[in-house]
């Protein structure tokens, strides 16, 4: 957060970039090198153009006018343009920038970014997420100011159309925790895995059952599928699973379009769907005439329901 700050600049670049993997163009990032200033990506940092206290960002070129102790930085693309200026938050997991895009299944992605201490003490430590899930290891800073290191990695869109890509900061230390971010991309691969042979794939065709309560079973028509990775249940109705075998209740009536994803190795994935109507509940009743005349005694019917 605060420190001492030095009248000296340092523009060394390091690359972290994995020989077997290489990006290639175009960039699917909007703004990625904020030039346009803040547009392209939301946060979970409140965006100020004086920093006060933890968890603010800005887009500028001067962190030191950011605030006034900060290194005297440069961004990474020429030297007078605009970068992403962190000051860390002690809130765990705030998103620090975040934005969405389309992918292509089955096609490997990279996803790189510049990154520099704008102050020297307890520096960064950053996770990449996409749609949910941590992208490779923790990106852990250094505390030479000024001296931007370029980190990526590798993402596969298995069975994905989009990509929401949130970088978090895992270090919540309010003291230091300042930091510079230029130049992401995010792109496709010029590398890419060979296709996998997906004849014995786990084919995504189920079965369902529907109780009197409108519950509805599902399984796979495949039995005892081996090589099962993973499977995901869309039931229509804005609810969903990763069970194998889920139960479902639909809390209102009309028809739902059911889509099963299974994923079985080496990379293969199937996609099967069906439409289920949910239909009113029936019910009914009996009476017989008991004991002295005019006592009746009421028995209701089971519930019954009629499906196609």
């Known amino acids: 957060m605060r420190f001492c700050a030095y009248s000296f600049l340092s523009f060394i670049s390091i690359s972290t970039l994995s020989p077997l993997f290489s990006q290639s163009g175009p960039n699917l990032i909007n703004n990625g090198n904020f030039e346009s200033g803040k547009t392209g990506f939301s946060s979970g940092y409140y965006y100020t153009s004086n920093n006060t206290t933890e968890g603010e960002y800005y887009i500028g070129q001067h962190p030191d006018n950011w605030y006034h102790l900060h290194y005297p930085c440069r961004d990474h693309s020429s030297g007078y343009g605009l970068m992403l200026l962190v000051n860390g938050s002690p809130q765990e997991d705030a998103a620090i920038w975040e934005t969405k895009t389309v992918v292509k299944p089955g096609t490997l ?12 003490p307890n520096p960064a430590e950053l ?31 298995e069975n994905n159309y989009t990509a929401v890509i949130t970088i978090r900061n895992k270090n919540i230390i309010a003291y230091g925790n300042d930091f510079a971010i230029d130049d992401i991309f995010f792109g496709r691969s010029d590398s890419q895995p060979e296709p996998p042979d997906c004849s014995g794939k786990i084919p995504a065709r189920f079965e369902y059952s529907i109780s009197a309560c409108n519950k509805v079973s599902f399984k796979l028509s495949a039995k005892k599928p081996k090589n099962l990775q993973r499977i995901h249940w869309d039931f229509g109705d804005g609810s969903s699973s990763e069970k194998t075998a889920p139960a479902h ?32 509940l ?8 008991q004991g002295q005349p005019g006592k009746l005694v009421f028995a209701a019917d089971h519930n019954s329901a009629l499906y196609s």
């Open 282 to 289: 029936k019910t009914g009743f009996s009476f017989t005439e």
């Open 249 to 280: 209740l639909f809390s209102r009536y009309g028809q739902f379009t059911v889509k099963a994803i299974v994923s079985s190795k080496p990379r293969c994935t199937d996609t099967f769907s069906r439409t289920i109507t949910i239909r009113p």
């Open 127 to 157: 996770a990449v997420y996409i749609n949910g899930r941590q992208a490779g290891p923790i990106i852990r800073g250094n505390s030479y100011t000024c001296k931007w290191t370029k980190y990526t990695l590798s993402w596969y869109a």
């Open 109 to 120: 992605y990279i996803f790189s970014f510049w990154l520099t201490s704008i102050s020297k």
